[in-house]
C-alpha cells in the first residue's frame, strides 16, 4: 500500500519531542502539533478523491473499508480490525420528475432512501401541496386520494442546525401518511438551506407492515416553482418515475482502529464517526470529515509518541444513513463489556469550526470535564451543558448508559450541501478540519488518562 | 388571453397623475412609481413560470414570443410586432462523463453549445490537463494526440464581472485547438464563480471550415476533483458522451413593442434584451431580467399617462446564446434606418442592481446624459465614462454608429448561476428589478424627449 497515498507522506512524519515537563507542556504540544497539521484534511482528501460516494452496500462500501484499514495501519494504530454488519441494501435507480400541466418543466429531484419504486412507466397525477408535515396529518383522506402530495416546508437556517429536526420529519413521515390517506407519490421540499438545483436526500421511514407509497425530494428552487405553479390556481401535473428499490442482504463492517492503552488496554474511549455517506456527493463533509478528524486526533498523539492509560478507539462505522447499522452492530457486539467504554463521543456535524464542549458524564466526571475545557479553550472553545447528546453512530452504546461528549461544529452552511451532490471536498476548509482534531485529541487524551471513572447511566434501550 | 397572468393585474392599474407642474415632478413620479412596483419582478416570475427555459429554437421558443406579444399588448404598447429570425439550430442531447481509472467518479458536465457529438459509445482516453488557454495553445500536438484536453482555468470573482472576459477564451477557443492539435475531446472547468455541482454551459466557436471536438463543461468541484486526481500522477481515464448537434435551421423571430412617439415617431430609443436563454435553468438572470426590466421601464411611463416626444422600443432579441442571432437580424432589416435610432442599450447581465451609468456618445449630447445621470441617482447611481459598450444585442447597430448606454449592474454573485441550472427566479430581488426597471424609465423618458441629438459614430461593422 506504500504508493496509495503520496500526499501524505510528509504529514505522517513522527514528531521528537522535547522531554515533557509536565501536562501542561503535552497539552500545549497537542495543541501546536494538531493546528499545524494539515493531516485531518489530507484523510478526507484521500478519502473522498480515491474512494468517493460510500453508499451503504453500494460500489464504494467494500473499497471505503480496505482505504480505512489500510490508512489505520498507516497511521500507526495499534489493531485494526473489521466487525461484520448486515443490513437490507437499498438501491438507488432511474430518478426523474417533470410537471406536465399547466406548463412543462423539468424538477431537479432525487429519491429519499428507502423508497420504493414507481410502476415502470411512472405516475402522473395532480399536485395537492402541504406547507407542513402538520398539514398533512391534518389533511382528509378525500382530498389526498389519487394525488401526489408536495409537502412544502422551509428549512430554518441556524448555527446549530436546528432547523433540521424542526422539519426533517417531513422528510421521514410524509410517505406512510400519504400512503395511509390513498395518495399515488409524495415529493418533499428538500430539508435544506440552499438555493441549488441539486436535491437533499436522505433516510424516510420504512415498515414491513405499514407500506409507504414513492417518494422524492425536490430542490428548494423547484420547491418554490411548484409553489408559484399552483398558486395560478390551475391543476398541475407532474409525471414521476423512481426506480429505487430494496435489494436483499448486504454485509459490510465496522472498522476499528485501536490505540492501545498503557494501563486498562480493555477500557476504551470510543471516538466514532461513520464510513459510509450518501450516494449523490463523494461524502466530504458527511461524514469523510469526521472520520478524517477522528483518525487524526489519534495520529497526532501518536505522531507526539503519546502512550494513554486507556485505549482510545476510532469507531468508523458502517451504513449510519439508512440503517444506522454499524451503530446498531457494535452495541449488539459489545453489549456484555459495554461498560468497559468509559465515555464516548462522535464527529458527524460536517467540517465547521467547533464552537462548544458539551458533556452528560456523571458528577464525579465534572472536574475532568472542566480540565478538558480548559485544555480546548484556547481553540475557541467555551464549555457548554451537561445534556451532550452524542451522535448517532454512539447513540446505542449511550443508550446502554456510556457518557458522551459532543463537540458542538457549527453548523451554519452545512445543510447547504448535506445529503446532495454538492457534499464535495471543496466545502471543507483545512484549518477547521486541524482545529477539530486538536480538540478531539485533547478531550482522548485527557479522558484516557483520567485517574477516575465518568460515571455511567441507566440504560435507556428498549430493543436491546 | 385575460386569464394567462392573473398575478399581473393589480400592477397594471393606470396611474391617475396629479397635474404635473413641471420636468422636475415627472422625473419623481417616475422614481416613486417605479420603485414602489413590482411589475418588472412578476414579469420575470411569468415567464420563467409560464414558459421556462428557452433555447433558441428548442421547445419553448415558440411560447416565449406569443408570451412576450401577449404580454407587450396587456402592458399597452402601441405597436407589438414580430420580426423573423432565422438560425441554424443546436440541440442538447445525453451527456455524461466518467472518470474510469484510476478511481471510479461520475462527473457533472455539460455539453457547451455548438458541441458536435461524441460516437455513439462515447469516448474513452487519458486526460491531460492545462491550467490556461494560453498553456493549451503552446502545448505540442505529441502531449494532446489521442487525448481528452482538461482546461482548468479559475474564473475570479468581480463586481463588475470582468473575470469572465479573462477566462471565457477557454470556452470558445479550445474545441477548435485541441481538435488541430489532434486531441480527441476537451473538458473545460466551468466558466463560473461558484462552487456547486452544476456544470456551466456556454457557446464556443464553430467554424464550418475548421472543425472542433466534442467539448463540455465540468461543474467547478468537478474539476477540482479531476485536478486532485491528477496530481497523484497516474493516468487518468475519462468516458465521455455527448449527443448535442445541429439539426437544420429554424426560424425564431425578434419580438418588438413600441411607445409612440409624439413628435417624432420615426425615431427611436432602442431598449434591448434577449427573450432566449440557455435550457439548464429557467432563463431568470439571463435575460429574463433583462426583458422583464425593459418591458417594465416603459410600461411605468404607459402607466403614468407620460407621452415622450420620440419612440421608444423594446426589441425582445431571438438567440443571442449561441448566434446573436437576433441582433444580427435586427440591424440587417433596419440598416437602411439606422440613424433613426438615436441612442440604445441593454439589459443582460442579470437582476443586480444598477450602481453606475456610462454612455457612448458624441460631444453635445453630453449635457443631457449629466441630466439622466441626475435623474438616476437618487436610485444610488453614479455617472461614469463614455466609453460604454452596449450590450450584445445592440452590438451591431452600435457597429452602424448607434450611441449607446450602459447601465452596470452588480455581478459579484451573477457567475454563480450564469448558464446553469440554478438560474431561476429564486436568485432575484425584487427590489433590485424595480431600481432597474426606473432607471431605464428615466433614461427612455430624458432620451426620448432630448430636444437634439446623440451624435453618431463611425460604422465598425466590416461584414454587414
Redesign the interface.
Known sequence: MRTLF??LLLALTTIVLPVLANDGDILEHIRQHGQNSRLAYELV?SL?????PRLGGG?NDARAREWAQAMLKKLGFDEVHTEPVTFPRWRRDVESATVVT????TL?VTALGGSGPTPTGGITAEVIAFDSLQALRQASKKDIQGKIVFVNQAMPRHKDGHGYGQTVGARYMSSQIVAEKGGKAVLIRSIGTD????PHTGIMKVSADKPGVPAAAVS??DA??LH??L???KPVNVHLKLGSHWDGEYTSANVLGDLRGEEKPDEYVLLACHLDSWDL??GAIDDGAGCAIMMAAVAHLKALDLKPKRSIRVLLAANEEYGLAGAKAYAKAHAAEARKHVIGGESDFGAGRIYRFDSHVQKQAFGVMDEIARAIAPLGITRGHNQAKGGADVSRMKALGMPVVDMKQDGTNYFDYHH???D????IDPEAMAQNATAWALFAWLAANHEGDFGWFESTQHDP
Do not use: S
Not at 473522498?48 to 468517493?52: D, I, L, N
Not at 438555493?195 to 441539486?198: G, I, Q, T, V
Not at 464535495?424 to 466545502?427: A, N, R, S, V, Y
Open positions: 503520496p500526499a482528501e473522498t478523491t480515491e474512494v468517493g460500489e399547466p406548463y412543462r418543466h431537479a438555493n441549488n438545483r441539486l428548494i428552487p418554490q416553482l408559484n405553479l398558486a395560478r390556481g456527493g463523494t446532495t451532490a454538492n464535495t471536498l471543496d466545502k
